[in-house]
C-alpha cells in the first residue's frame, strides 16, 4: 500500500511540475513588469511583457491593462514605421482582451478605443473618412450601450456631418443619429449628474466625505464637464443644416408617413423647439398628434407654450404644472421646471421664473445655471428695486451672492460664476461708498419683487 502511494505521489509531482515550472516563470514575468510600469520604466517592461502575452496571455489580466500602458507610450515615443506598428499593436491588444477576458471588456467601450486611435492617428495611417466612418458606426451598432466615451461620440457624429455633407447618408439619417447621440449624451449627464447629487445635501452643500468620496466626486464632475462640452460641440458641428428652413419641409413632406411613430413625433417636436420652430403651424400638428397618441409631460410642456401664444395664461400655466406632474424622474422633472422658468424670465415675469428655477433645484441640487439665472434677474432688477441709489446698487451683492451659490453647487460653473460675480461687485457700491454712507454691516431690504435681504459688507 505504502508503495503504491509513493508511485501514485510521484506520477503527480511528474504530471504537474510542467505546470507548476510554468506558472512560476509566468508570475516571474508579471512581477517584473509590473513592477517596471508602476515605475514608469516602459522601455524595460516591455520585453518581459510581451513574452507573457504571447505565452500565456490568459494568465492574468494586467497584461491587458498594463499593456495598455506600455503601447501607450511607445506610439508616444516612436515615429514614423514603428509608431504605426504599436498603433496596430494596441488594437490587437485590445481584441485580444476581448477575446481571453470578454466579461470585462465591454465591446463598445473597447471598439470605441480602437476607432479613436485609428482616427487620432489616421494621417499615419492612411485611413479616409469613410473607412472611419464604417469603423465608428461597426462599434456603436455593436454595443451602443457601452459606446459612451465623450469624445468618441463626438468624433463619431463629426463624421456622421461629414458623410452627410459627402451626399452618402440622407438628411433623416442625419438628424437621427443626432437625435441617438444628443439622447446618449443627455443619459450620461443624469447618470453622472445623479452620483454627484448624492454627495451634496438638499441646498446644495457638501456632505463630509472621505478621500475615496472626494475622489469620486473629482471623477463625476470631470465627465459632466466633458459631456457638457460635446454637447455644445455636436450642436455646432450640426450647425444650420438643422435650421427651420430644412426642418420644416423635412417634417411636413415625412408626417404622414410618421404621424403615428411616437418616437418620431416626439423627437421631432423636441428637434423644431429647440430650434426655435415652434411659430410654425407643423409645430403645432406634431405636438397635438403626439398628445393625442402618447401624453406625456413633454407635450403638456408644448401644449403650455401654445396656449401662452394664444394669450391664455392661465391655460398654459396649468399645461406647465401638468408637465411637471407627468414627469416621474427628478432629473427630467428638474429639466421641465428649469424649460418653465426660463420660459417666464424671457417674459420678464421675474418672480414666476424664480419659484419655478427654485423647485427645479429641489430636483437638481446641483444645477448651477439656475442660481445664475436668478443672479441675473436680480441685476437686471437693481434699478427697480431700491428706495436710492445705494439701495438700488445692493441689489448687485444679492446678484453676486446667486452667483457664487452656482459655484458652490457645480464645480463647472466656476469659471462663468467668477466672471459674473466680478461683474456685479464692480456695480456694488465700494469702499468708499459704505464707508461715507455710514452703513457697513448692516440689513437691507430688497423690495420689488425680490423680496430678499442683504447685508453690507463690513470694513
Not at 84 to 92: G, H
Not at 141 to 147: P, Y
Not at 166 to 188: C, G, H, R
Not at 368 to 378: D, T, V
Amino acid at each position: 500500500m505504502k508503495f503504491k502511494l509513493t508511485l501514485f505521489l510521484a506520477f503527480l509531482n511528474l504530471a504537474f511540475s510542467p505546470v507548476l515550472a510554468q506558472n512560476e516563470q509566468d508570475l516571474q514575468s508579471l512581477s517584473i513588469f509590473s513592477e517596471y510600469v508602476k515605475a514608469k520604466n516602459y522601455d524595460s517592461a516591455y520585453v518581459p511583457w510581451m513574452e507573457l502575452r504571447q505565452r500565456n496571455p490568459r494568465f492574468n489580466k494586467a497584461i491587458f491593462v498594463y499593456g495598455e500602458r506600455i503601447l501607450k507610450y511607445k506610439i508616444k515615443n516612436t515615429t514614423a514605421a514603428e509608431k504605426t506598428a504599436f498603433i496596430n499593436d494596441m488594437i490587437k491588444l485590445w481584441e485580444e482582451r476581448a477575446t481571453f477576458f470578454p466579461s470585462v471588456t465591454p465591446k463598445g467601450t473597447y471598439m470605441a478605443k480602437a476607432c479613436q486611435l485609428q482616427y487620432d492617428n489616421r494621417k499615419e495611417l492612411g485611413l479616409t473618412k469613410d473607412e472611419l466612418f464604417a469603423s465608428f458606426n461597426q462599434a456603436y451598432k455593436a454595443d451602443a450601450k457601452t459606446f459612451t466615451n465623450p469624445k468618441s461620440l463626438y468624433t463619431y457624429f463629426s463624421l456622421v456631418v461629414d458623410m452627410y455633407d459627402a451626399k452618402n447618408i440622407p438628411a433623416q439619417e442625419l438628424f437621427n443619429m443626432y437625435d441617438e447621440i444628443s439622447e446618449k449624451v443627455e443619459n450620461e449627464v443624469k447618470n453622472y449628474t445623479n452620483k454627484r447629487n448624492a454627495f451634496l445635501d438638499e441646498d446644495g452643500e457638501s456632505k463630509d466625505l472621505s478621500r475615496s468620496e472626494a475622489s469620486k466626486l473629482k471623477s463625476y464632475n470631470s465627465y459632466l464637464k466633458a459631456y457638457n462640452q460635446i454637447s455644445s460641440s455636436i450642436d455646432t458641428k450640426l450647425g444650420t443644416r438643422a435650421n427651420c428652413e430644412n426642418l420644416i419641409p423635412l417634417y411636413t413632406r415625412d408626417f404622414e408617413i410618421f404621424k403615428n411613430d411616437g418616437l418620431w413625433l416626439q423627437r421631432a417636436m423636441n428637434r423644431m423647439y429647440a430650434k426655435g420652430c415652434n411659430d410654425d403651424p407643423l409645430f403645432v400638428r406634431i405636438v397635438e398628434q403626439k398628445n393625442a397618441l402618447e401624453p406625456n409631460a413633454d407635450t403638456a410642456f408644448y401644449l403650455g407654450i401654445l396656449k401662452e401664444k394664444a394669450g391664455q395664461s392661465a391655460e398654459a400655466l396649468n399645461y406647465y404644472n401638468q408637465a411637471v406632474t407627468l414627469e416621474t424622474d427628478e432629473f427630467a422633472k428638474s429639466k421641465i421646471l428649469f424649460k418653465i422658468a426660463t420660459n417666464f424670465k424671457k417674459k420678464g415675469q421675474y418672480s414666476q421664473a424664480r419659484s419655478y428655477y427654485m423647485k427645479s433645484l429641489k430636483f437638481n441640487p446641483s444645477l448651477g445655471k439656475a442660481y445664475l439665472a436668478i443672479s441675473s434677474m436680480y441685476a437686471k432688477s437693481a434699478n427697480n428695486c431700491g428706495t436710492d441709489n445705494f439701495s438700488k446698487r445692493a441689489v448687485y451683492w444679492l446678484a453676486a451672492n446667486e452667483a457664487a451659490k452656482a459655484a458652490r453647487v457645480d464645480p463647472n460653473m466656476k469659471k462663468n460664476a467668477a466672471k459674473s460675480i466680478a461683474n456685479y461687485k464692480a456695480k456694488a457700491p465700494q469702499k468708499s461708498e459704505i464707508f461715507s454712507s455710514g452703513r457697513a454691516g448692516q440689513v437691507i431690504n430688497i423690495g420689488c419683487w425680490i423680496q430678499r435681504n442683504v447685508t453690507v459688507p463690513s470694513l
